[in-house]
């Protein structure tokens, strides 16, 4: 569902995401870790067409995504760590707007709408205007409209950003629902806590190259921490990258 070949990304001389290979199948949660400037919103925002790699190549749904853009964008929900939603709309004034961007109808989507509107217990608030909307009331207006066209595979970057614990707890749900109905799920978090409570795979960025992946089974297999938690591997592997104990690529 989602392939990255050899993604790279130079800014100048500085190589922020370095030949990195990653494959999402359909089902799947893989849950995209790393510290600050390891790379991860670079990779997110070349998925999402935003930003074009320098090297190598992003499959999404089978299109490529320099070669068939148009239907790249149509087979993929994006979720950014900041959201822009228009204050002056309604929920579903913009939600109308976006599924106009996919060709749905108006009715049909004011449908679609106000089921995802209901799962994240924003029912009463569909006329309201966004304004007037928390940070994580507008999370999950975005979600709701990453949602809105029934997309194969979904981009998410820091999920949890301005959600109250019980948005959270909905959020992880429905994500983990979506999945079992055969979603591929790609999601950056500095979350550990997180990755390890819905991912089925993770991968550790580290100066711009994939440092490990895998299950959390491979993951403590690796690091000989059976039964450990992820915070104590995600540790492990970064602090033991620093001073060369572990080589360049060598990944699950």
Known sequence: MLQLKELTKKFGNRTVVDHINISVGRGELYAFLGPNGAGKTTTIRMIAGLLKPDDGSIVINGFDSIKDSIRVKQSFGYIPDQPFIYDKLTPREFLR????????????????????????????????????????????????????????????DEPMVGLDPRGAVILKKLLRQRCEAGLAAFVSTHSLDVAEQIADRIGIMYQGQLLAEGTMTELQDLTQQGGKRLESIFLELTQARDVGDIPTGAYL
């Not at 009715?107 to 709408?113: G, I, L, M, P, T």
């Not at 009463?124 to 909307?133: A, K, V």
Request: one cysteine or more.
């Open 97 to 156: 707007f976006i599924g106009g961007l996919y060709g749905i109808d108006p009715s049909e989507c004011d449908q679609r709408a106000g089921y995802w509107m209901d799962q994240f217990e924003l029912s009463h608030y569909f006329d309201e205007l966004i304004g007037s909307f928390s940070h994580g009331m507008r999370q999950k207006v975005v979600f709701t409209a990453g949602f809105l066209h029934n997309p194969p595979v979904l981009i998410v």
